[in-house]
């Protein structure tokens, strides 16, 4: 008895001191009724209630439960909509029709009017990549157009046509510009007729553009740190692993401005912050058991009406918290205890001929365990080595039983191989020599006969066993970021609602089928052939 009371003071005085200087955070989850916990956008209605974009489907939160919109929806007299799963964007404020929320979904862009209750879809073309809110109407980027719809008499216009190689990424705008986030830099477009385009950073890939309250602009790009812009000088922020003095990861997802001042920022690894008014930088990275985040890695931040800023999450669900009411502390998130998979989601499973399972986790590496649940291995990404694992997010595995390999697939350390009897790794990304052959993000790996098939962003590869030797498959494989083979060779992949079916051996057969009733194809699970496949 006594050491259950002394437990509970122990805890009651832990909870005491955190409270006085930990920033609290809220949550909402697939728990509280989200429809999926990875939220890539989030806004606010009219009506004060909040929006969140997530991998499958539109969600609205009005402070006591949560509603959710995805695939094929009632629309009233118009009967069924299609509206997709996957939200992209959400602009919502700023708008000379403040009924409506605007929202990109699987690369279409669509309107909800809060009134009514009806969704329309504003273009037919998809292919839609950013948009902005811009003197009350939407600007919205199509292939390598930008387009400004206007909100009044809802027509379209192009606005703006750039290189036709041209991919958006991102639109902000301020009172002089339009800027213009792209894989290859920044297109900065004066609206005024006089002046001339002109291009920042060529060659970096941005993945988003702020401009805070003080006319500066923030630069995240999706690989390669972070970039500020003060009276048209540019200064690339250093790579701080402890956050003092810097970014704790080079990729930078989102920026928000809280009521100080003071400009919040997402990252791979974690949500930072930096001080206006003492020009430092700090990680805010409290344990989950102390009101922290429920996962590090952060897409999308928003501030509400109240001043509340609210944390999109990969797999975490949506966190919100007031930045003027607490203090921050500073904890390690545990990244550095190699025996705990804190925060990380567990992916595939392979046994190997031992016995033994490998296990992928999204965000803490590859771990292997014995039939007695005895930690075997325990591989992480170390900065700077080329002889160990690539990167920590592990987006797949596979285990070649012949070789005994197992060849890891992750986002933004490319392929790696590990060969388990000689404890050594071969990384393709920095040990390959040949241009033929997948970048950096691997989506899926399978092994088919001698060979390893490979999606990527680049396509779908064969990796030969025997000679090492890459081969690029054609480009109606796509980049199959989902896919299984069947015993007859045959790839099975999606595009939205419909599932390709093409051989290996002989790509030009393929049969497209349609599964529009289902709704999108968002994993197979397995398939013998197209009478037996088990689909999500």
């Known amino acids: 008895m006594m050491r259950k009371l002394f437990f509970i003071l122990f805890i009651l005085l832990i909870l005491t001191t955190i409270k006085s200087n930990a920033q609290y955070f809220q949550n909402l989850s697939v728990?509280?009724?989200?429809?999926?916990?990875?939220?890539?956008?989030?806004?606010?209605?009219?009506?004060?209630?909040?929006w969140f974009g997530t991998r499958e489907g539109l969600n609205v939160y009005d402070g006591g439960k949560i509603k959710y919109y995805k695939g094929e929806v009632d629309n009233g007299k118009d009967g069924k909509l299609w509206i997709g799963n996957s939200i992209s964007s959400i602009v919502s404020e700023n708008l000379v029709d403040g009924n409506k929320v605007y929202f990109i979904s699987d690369f279409f862009l669509y309107a909800y009017d809060v009134q009514t209750e009806l969704f329309c879809k504003i273009d037919n073309r998809g292919k839609v990549t950013a948009m902005t809110a811009y003197k009350g109407n939407i600007l919205y980027a199509q292939r390598n157009n930008i387009f400004l719809y206007d909100l009044k008499t809802h027509k379209k216009s192009i606005y703006k046509i750039l290189p036709e190689s041209t991919s958006v990424n991102v639109i902000e705008v301020d009172r002089d510009n339009m800027y213009v986030g792209t894989t290859d830099g920044i297109i900065i477009s004066?609206?005024?007729?006089?002046?001339?385009?002109?291009?920042?950073?060529?060659?970096?890939?941005i993945y988003r553009i702020y401009e805070d309250s003080k006319h500066n602009l923030w630069?995240?790009?999706?690989?390669?740190?972070?970039?500020?812009?003060?009276?048209?000088?540019?200064?690339?922020?250093?790579?701080?692993?402890?956050?003092?003095?810097?970014?704790?990861?080079?990729?930078?997802?989102?920026f928000v401005e809280d009521d100080d001042g003071n400009i919040w920022f997402g990252t791979f690894m974690g949500l930072q912050k930096y001080d206006i008014k003492n020009h430092t930088y700090a990680a805010v990275n409290i344990p989950q058991y102390a009101g922290g985040?429920?996962?590090?890695?952060?897409?999308?931040?928003?501030?509400?009406?109240?001043?509340?800023?609210?944390?999109?999450?990969?797999?975490?669900?949506?966190?919100?918290?007031?930045?003027?009411?607490?203090?921050?502390?500073?904890?390690?998130?545990?990244?550095?205890?190699?025996?705990?998979?804190?925060?990380?989601?567990?992916?595939?499973?392979?046994?190997?001929?031992?016995?033994?399972?490998?296990?992928?986790t999204d965000g803490g590496g590859v771990?292997?365990?014995?039939?007695?649940?005895?930690?075997?291995?325990?591989?992480?990404?170390?900065?700077?080595?080329?002889?160990?694992?690539?990167?920590?997010?592990?987006?797949?595995?596979?285990?070649?039983?012949?070789?005994?390999?197992?060849?890891?697939g992750t986002h933004l350390g490319g392929l790696s191989r590990y060969d388990i009897k000689k404890k050594t790794f071969y990384n393709y990304s920095t040990d390959y020599k040949s241009p033929v052959m997948p970048?950096?993000?691997?989506?899926?790996?399978?092994?088919?006969?001698?060979?390893?098939?490979?999606?990527s962003r680049e396509g779908v590869f064969l990796l030969d066993t025997r000679s090492n030797?890459?081969?690029?498959?054609?480009?109606?494989?796509?980049?199959?970021?989902?896919?299984?083979?069947?015993?007859?060779?045959?790839?099975?992949?999606?595009?939205?609602?419909?599932?390709?079916?093409?051989?290996?051996?002989?790509?030009?057969?393929?049969?497209i089928i349609s599964l529009h009733a289902l709704g999108e194809v968002s994993h197979i699970l397995s398939v013998d052939n197209l009478n037996s496949a088990t689909l999500l």
């Open 219 to 254: 630069i995240g790009t999706r690989m390669n740190g972070l970039y500020r812009r003060v009276n048209d000088r540019i200064e690339k922020i250093p790579l701080c692993p402890n956050g003092i003095n810097g970014i704790i990861d080079p990729q930078i997802r989102e």
């Open 293 to 360: 985040l429920n996962h590090p890695s952060i897409f999308s931040l928003f501030k509400d009406r109240q001043g509340n800023i609210w944390a999109g999450s990969y797999f975490g669900g949506v966190n919100y918290f007031n930045p003027t009411r607490n203090s921050v502390i500073h904890y390690d998130y545990q990244a550095k205890d190699l025996s705990s998979l804190y925060y990380s989601y567990i992916g595939e499973m392979i046994m190997d001929k031992r016995g033994n399972l490998w296990i992928s």
């Open 439 to 455: 970048g950096r993000i691997i989506h899926h790996v399978k092994k088919w006969k001698n060979k390893i098939v490979v999606s």
């Open 469 to 511: 030797r890459f081969t690029h498959l054609p480009d109606c494989f796509g980049e199959a970021m989902i896919f299984d083979i069947d015993k007859n060779g045959t790839f099975y992949t999606t595009s939205g609602n419909n599932i390709k079916a093409i051989s290996l051996d002989t790509p030009h057969k393929q049969e």
């Open 367 to 408: 771990s292997c365990i014995d039939r007695g649940w005895r930690t075997v291995e325990q591989f992480t990404a170390t900065p700077l080595s080329r002889h160990g694992l690539p990167h920590n997010n592990v987006k797949s595995m596979c285990y070649d039983m012949d070789n005994d390999m197992l060849y890891i």
């Open 190 to 205: 004066p609206f005024g007729a006089l002046w001339e385009e002109q291009y920042l950073l060529p060659g970096e890939d």
């Open 31 to 50: 728990g509280n009724g989200l429809s999926q916990p990875s939220v890539m956008a989030i806004g606010q209605d009219t009506l004060g209630r909040m």
